[in-house]
Nanobody, 124 residues
Framework: VQLQASGGGLVQPGESLRLSCAVS????????IAWFRQASGKEREGVTCISSRGGTTDYADSVKGRFTASADNAKDTVYLQMNSLKPEDTAVYYC??????????????????WGQGTQVTVSS
């Protein structure tokens, strides 16, 4: 199983980015992908989870109303549309196979295979 995250870059505050996570090597077309992010010097934070068929769990409070996850089951790809980006969104963003929500938080222990991460930098 492989996950390939892409789409990161350098943007200014208020701008948008769309991250992609291409999934390969799975025999099932029904799975969950979790998005995490890790800022320098901070713990990894769960952002959201989405099923390959498009259903999403809740979003982290820090991104609610600004980030939207979606899925293209035919392409085995999930997306994270990030709007109104803020400097505090700067982090390496990861996608991972599997999702567990514990006490309202997306817990990385629920994810098995991880993509390599893509850097998002929001700066003026």
């Amino acid at each position: 199983v492989q996950l390939q995250a892409s789409g990161g870059g350098l943007v200014q505050p208020g701008e948008s980015l769309r991250l992609s996570c291409a999934v390969s090597g799975l025999t099932s077309d029904n799975y969950y992908i979790a998005w995490f992010r890790q800022a320098s010097g901070k713990e990894r934070e769960g952002v959201t989870c989405i099923s390959s068929r498009g259903g999403t769990t809740d979003y982290a409070d820090s991104v609610k109303g600004r980030f939207t996850a979606s899925a293209d089951n035919a392409k085995d790809t999930v997306y994270l549309q990030m709007n109104s980006l803020k400097p505090e969104d700067t982090a390496v963003y990861y996608c991972a196979l599997g999702c567990a929500v514990v006490a309202g938080t997306i817990d990385e222990r629920g994810s098995s295979y991880w993509g390599q991460g893509t850097q998002v930098t929001v700066s003026s």
